[in-house]
């Protein structure tokens, strides 16, 4: 069993590594941080004015992660989230409370290498006290097989004078089916920022829904999705935000990029009931434009590594 | 003569009308030539011809580089061999550093090159490295990060389609000596510009009328033709200024 355990912690820690993250944080005891595999919590760290409370559950962990008030985290939080075998289920129900006067960073990195047939959900719970900050990143890793069923969904409220940017990447590997769903009130002078870039493949499906809804004086929020289709990917991009408050300030920004036989739909939605409130939003699907691969051509690139760099900046 | 390009009876027709007519231009290698002439004489259609985009495949005419018929080449075939354009409205990239930008055509893309290039025209390399290729550079900034990656990539022949546009007076200056060094560094250079002042720092000028070469010579003689005769064309009528070329070469 003990050795189980050791291979399973192993496995998550490669996979960390093969997306992008750096494993030295999970043996540093001033970087705060979770590992869960399945439903079991393989490792935990916390640091002073952070408790991270996890409760394992049939098929994940419920997990409530608490920035007491006044404390700014240095280091960024790592967590790690992930599923090893080919199949199975994890649910993980988040719930982040940032106190007043305090602040995280956090990078998340969910990995599935071995993806054939998973399900991964997440239900986040985001409450940012006043005068506050959290930034989170999630960094998705899955295999070349396409067999991840992503559903992550955040409902979350930023306090007055405070900050939330959540930042979810999916460009390694197939993305499989995958679900966002967003919808964070934003208090007096709060700013809300949420940014997705994914690159999607096969048969993948993309489906994007965030909502912005600015209730306080002065609020603002910046939604901003960055998708790349190819071959016979589909996705669809609901990005909302409404004013409700006078000065509140608005943009969505959403540029899909298809190749080949993918498909993507855009409905920027922006509602204004407080006339003094501002919403604006830009929204292009198209092909790589021509002259921006023609640039790099005549900079000696072929056209395969001129698409792979108008890519890899649109989604970075 | 050595010529590196090559261009023979070259014809571009674009939405039915000739933008390019039996066009020839034959460019000494190591030299720095300017091809002067009005907005819409055609200057940017021969750039683009000449660096082989999709929209711009001659209907007549060869194109020979360094003796070789590139006439069918792509673009990076083309700019493998040697060639390429800083062009006039250069592409926006999204998050895309300058650095990169620079680096991705540079032969040697170690950092005190990207420096290098980027000071020659008057950027300073500690602000602007890390600067993305988007809308949040100005025109003339895009301009010049534009030549800076034209420089680092050492082409055997550089096109510079109005390298001075959307350039502050001040920084002129910079890109005109920038142009120079190009030569300095083994470089032939393609000048495009519609300003005489640019193109009487070349060693040769061609103008560029309604797609074909009117005139050629000594910068200064071409440029003073340019200033003083071509106004009567009005870009209307290539038999007016035929005539008076005719006329010059009775004399
Ligand atoms: N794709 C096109 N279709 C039709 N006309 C074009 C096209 N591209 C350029 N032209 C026309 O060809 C002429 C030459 O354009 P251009 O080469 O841009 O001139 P210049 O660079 O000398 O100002 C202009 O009259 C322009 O409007
Ligand atoms: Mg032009």
Known sequence: MATKIIDEYQAMMEAYEKSGGNVGEFENPNVPSIVISGNKVLGKNEVKGLIIEPTPTKDGVDVKITVKSGTKILYPMALCFGVIPKEGVQIINMEAVIEDNAGMNAISHCVFPNAEHIVHKMNYKIHIGKNSFFRYQEIHFHGEKGGVEVVPYTEGSVGENSLFVSTFTLKEGRVGKLDIKYDVDVMKKGKLELYSKVWAKGKDTVRIEEKGNLRGEESKALIKSRVVLQDEARSKVYSTVNGYAPYARGHVDCTEIVQDSAVAEAVPVVGVTNHLAKITHEAAIGSIDSKELETLESRGLSEEEAIKVVVGGLLK | ?251
């Open chain 2, 1 to 251: 003569m050595d010529a590196i390009l090559e261009v023979k009876n070259l014809s571009l027709i674009k939405s039915g009308k000739e933008i390019i007519k039996d066009f020839n231009i034959s460019i000494e290698r190591y030299s720095t030539s300017a091809v002067i002439g009005i907005n819409g004489a055609g200057k940017s259609s021969l750039a683009y011809v000449l660096m082989g985009l999709k929209g711009y495949k001659p209907d007549k005419g060869r194109i020979y580089f360094d003796g070789k018929d590139i006439t069918e080449l792509s673009i990076t075939e083309r700019a493998q061999l040697g060639i390429t354009l800083a062009w006039q409205t250069p592409s926006l990239f999204e998050g895309l550093t300058v650095k990169d930008y620079i680096q991705i055509g540079a032969k040697d893309k170690s950092l005190s090159i990207v420096k290098d290039a980027l000071e020659r025209v008057a950027l300073d390399p500690s602000v602007y490295l890390h600067r993305i290729v988007d809308k949040s550079l100005s025109g003339g900034e895009r301009k010049k990060v534009e030549l800076a990656a034209v420089f680092a990539m050492h082409p055997k022949l550089a096109i510079l389609d109005e390298p001075d546009s959307g350039v502050d007076t001040i920084s002129v200056e910079k890109v005109m000596q920038l142009i120079k060094d190009f030569k300095k560094m083994g470089s032939t250079v393609l000048l495009i510009t519609h300003r005489d002042r640019v193109a009487e720092i070349a060693d040769k000028a061609f103008l560029m009328c309604a797609g074909q070469i009117i005139q050629q010579g000594a910068p200064k003689d071409v440029t003073a033709f340019f200033k003083n005769e071509c106004t009567e064309c009005n870009h209307k009528g290539m038999p007016v200024i035929k005539k008076e070329l005719m006329k010059e070469e009775v004399k």
